[in-house]
């Protein structure tokens, strides 16, 4: 992995016995797919597997709804409430399981954060320190797929597309639908600064989704010789 | 030269130029009578003249209510605490101090970044990381830091309703008892608002001093930061 600037996410590694993996790609990349059926298989396999999603915290989550449906949120502000639902996260549910031995999988993760809070225009030195508590990953898979897939996958099932999440409030198109075009690829963009700096493994999203999930059990399970499975901790988790 | 600048990189989308106006904060911890120094210095300013607006601590459209509900329930990481009150922070700089330095205004801030600053330190954050999370803040034109030892605090909070949970710092483990922990957490409330003090070059007011003679001072202090401002006009007015 890079050498990450001291005071930034990044500059240290977790030590806990769990083990976390996280998967990040633009919407359509079908990396929640890939996680469910990981999660799925793990499970099957009698590890205890805690699922985490982003934007979950049900308090924050209140404040983000109001803020959204109001059209209060600045790109300022917009990274700060997700980085607050972000840290209640790590705190009360990543960093627990990760103590008590547990295979915590995320659905995006920190590098969501960064890619589109910098598209937004917030600097992207200060995004990077205000997420120096999360955790490393044990290993961070994304999901690469070319921006037309995406959209197809995106425009054709769901057309009810909503402002923040088409970049309506950096007035990039009138149209939301092309907003949410032009939003894409410059968070696509982004993502493949971060593939570099962070070392993220590159899955292609084009390949078939068993193709995909054979190649993802494969490298998770590298990680995974010194962790026993455990029934016993099977429903606990 | 902008009249203002972030400790930071800024607002994403503010242009510092823009911005008139002054912000003058009072800092200092519960029960140290800030909420009457700040209206005795809002009437005393628009009595001159000035147009006054004003801020303090969760009192944001976006998060007030969340951080009310999280207080109620003590639900929410630690952590994350530090990150609400920042977002509560940055939608009042952006939604209300800003706008009003904009218009010229003189917004007065009923405690700013650094009580945040402090109380997030007490909680266990890296004091390098809060004040880089902060750092997209505007520098004040002056801090005015009403100090006063937590002996002589005390009796001043029971006068106000008496210990709260918060400010007593009981989601801390500083033990059961009320008053102890209370004792302990505003001692190092302090303690950390004077570093900050010195860090930041706060103007330090002994707030034991009776409150008429403290309320004097600050307008005095305000009235000659504002002065300058004016001096031309005046100077015009009297004919050169």
Same mark, same amino acid.
């Given at each position: 992995?890079?050498?990450?600037?001291s005071?930034?996410?990044?500059?240290? %590694?977790h030590? +806990?016995? %769990?083990r976390?993996? !996280?998967?990040?790609?633009?919407?359509?990349?079908?990396?929640?797919?890939?996680?469910?059926?990981?999660? &799925?298989?793990?499970?099957?396999?009698?590890?205890?597997?805690?699922f985490?999603?982003?934007?979950?915290?049900?308090?924050?989550?209140?404040?983000?709804?109001?803020?959204?449906?109001?059209?209060?949120?600045?790109? #300022?502000t917009?990274?700060?409430?997700?980085?607050?639902?972000?840290?209640?996260? !790590?705190?009360?549910?990543?960093?627990?399981?990760?103590?008590?031995?547990?295979?915590?999988?995320a659905?995006?993760?920190?590098?969501?954060?960064f890619?589109?809070?910098v598209?937004?225009?917030?600097p992207?030195?200060?995004?990077?320190?205000?997420?120096? +508590?999360? @955790?490393?990953p044990?290993?961070?898979?994304? +999901?690469?797929?070319?921006?037309?897939?995406?959209?197809?996958?995106?425009?054709?099932?769901?057309?009810?597309?909503?402002?923040? /999440?088409?970049?309506?409030?950096?007035?990039l198109?009138?149209d939301? &639908?092309?907003s949410?075009?032009?939003? *894409?690829?410059?968070?696509?963009?982004?993502? /493949?600064?971060?593939?570099?700096?962070?070392? #993220?493994? @590159?899955?292609?999203?084009?390949?078939?989704? /068993?193709?995909?999930?054979r190649?993802?059990?494969?490298?998770?399970k590298l990680?995974?010789?010194?962790?026993?499975?455990?029934?016993?901790?099977?429903?606990?988790? | 030269?902008?009249?203002?600048?972030?400790?930071?990189?800024?607002?994403?989308?503010?242009?510092? =130029? =823009?911005?008139?106006?002054?912000? $003058?904060?009072?800092?200092?911890t519960?029960?140290?009578?800030?909420?009457?120094?700040?209206?005795?210095l809002?009437?005393?300013l628009?009595?001159?003249?000035?147009? @006054?607006?004003?801020?303090?601590?969760?009192?944001?459209?976006?998060?007030?209510?969340?951080?009310?509900?999280?207080k109620?329930?003590? !639900?929410?990481?630690?952590n994350? +605490?530090? #990150?609400f009150?920042?977002?509560?922070?940055a939608?009042?700089?952006?939604? &209300?101090?800003?706008?009003?330095?904009?218009?010229?205004?003189?917004m007065?801030?009923?405690?700013?970044?650094?009580?945040?600053?402090?109380?997030? !330190?007490?909680?266990?954050?890296?004091?390098?990381?809060? *004040?880089?999370?902060?750092?997209?803040?505007?520098?004040?034109?002056? @801090?005015?830091?009403?100090?006063?030892?937590?002996?002589?605090?005390?009796?001043?909070?029971?006068?106000?309703?008496?210990?709260?949970?918060?400010?007593?710092?009981?989601?801390?483990?500083?033990?059961?008892d #009320?008053?102890?922990?209370?004792?302990?957490? &505003?001692?190092?409330?302090?303690?950390e608002?004077?570093?900050?003090?010195?860090?930041?070059?706060?103007?330090?007011?002994?707030?034991?001093?009776?409150?008429?003679? $403290?309320?004097?001072?600050?307008?005095?202090?305000?009235?000659?930061?504002? /002065?300058?401002?004016?001096?031309s006009?005046d100077?015009?007015?009297? %004919? %050169?």
């Amino acid at each position: 992995m890079s050498e990450h600037a001291s005071g930034t996410y990044g500059a240290n %590694g977790h030590r +806990f016995p %769990g083990r976390l993996f !996280i998967v990040e790609g633009i919407d359509g990349s079908g990396k929640s797919t890939q996680l469910t059926l990981l999660a &799925q298989w793990l499970r099957s396999e009698g590890y205890p597997v805690v699922f985490s999603e982003w934007n979950s915290s049900s308090i924050v989550k209140a404040t983000t709804s109001r803020g959204k449906r109001r059209r209060l949120l600045t790109p #300022l502000t917009f990274s700060l409430i997700h980085a607050t639902d972000f840290s209640d996260r !790590i705190e009360r549910e990543i960093v627990p399981s990760l103590k008590a031995g547990a295979i915590v999988l995320a659905d995006r993760y920190v590098y969501t954060a960064f890619a589109r809070d910098v598209v937004r225009g917030v600097p992207p030195r200060w995004v990077r320190t205000l997420y120096r +508590f999360a @955790v490393v990953p044990t290993q961070a898979f994304y +999901f690469r797929v070319p921006l037309e897939v995406a959209l197809k996958r995106i425009l054709s099932g769901r057309p009810k597309l909503k402002p923040y /999440e088409s970049g309506m409030d950096l007035n990039l198109h009138a149209d939301i &639908q092309e907003s949410y075009k032009l939003f *894409q690829s410059r968070i696509l963009a982004e993502y /493949e600064r971060l593939v570099e700096e962070y070392g #993220l493994t @590159v899955m292609d999203a084009t390949k078939p989704v /068993e193709a995909q999930q054979r190649i993802l059990r494969r490298a998770i399970k590298l990680h995974l010789e010194a962790l026993r499975p455990g029934r016993a901790h099977h429903a606990a988790v | 030269m902008p009249r203002f600048e972030s400790y930071g990189d800024g607002v994403p989308g503010v242009n510092p =130029e =823009e911005l008139s106006g002054w912000l $003058i904060v009072i800092e200092g911890t519960d029960g140290v009578g800030r909420t009457t120094h700040v209206s005795r210095l809002r009437a005393h300013l628009e009595r001159l003249g000035y147009a @006054v607006a004003e801020t303090g601590l969760s009192r944001s459209d976006l998060a007030s209510r969340g951080i009310r509900r999280a207080k109620e329930g003590n !639900i929410l990481g630690s952590n994350a +605490f530090n #990150l609400f009150y920042a977002t509560d922070f940055a939608d009042r700089l952006e939604h &209300q101090i800003v706008p009003a330095l904009r218009s010229g205004f003189v917004m007065l801030t009923d405690r700013y970044t650094y009580s945040l600053i402090a109380r997030a !330190i007490v909680r266990g954050a890296d004091p390098d990381w809060i *004040q880089q999370v902060y750092s997209f803040a505007l520098k004040p034109d002056a @801090v005015f830091y009403l100090r006063i030892g937590v002996t002589e605090l005390v009796p001043r909070v029971l006068q106000n309703g008496g210990f709260d949970y918060w400010e007593s710092g009981m989601d801390l483990p500083m033990g059961p008892d #009320l008053y102890e922990s209370f004792i302990a957490y &505003q001692s190092r409330v302090i303690a950390e608002l004077d570093t900050l003090a010195r860090g930041y070059g706060f103007e330090t007011i002994d707030a034991t001093q009776p409150v008429d003679e $403290i309320s004097d001072y600050l307008a005095t202090r305000v009235s000659a930061l504002l /002065e300058p401002a004016d001096r031309s006009l005046d100077e015009r007015r009297a %004919g %050169g």
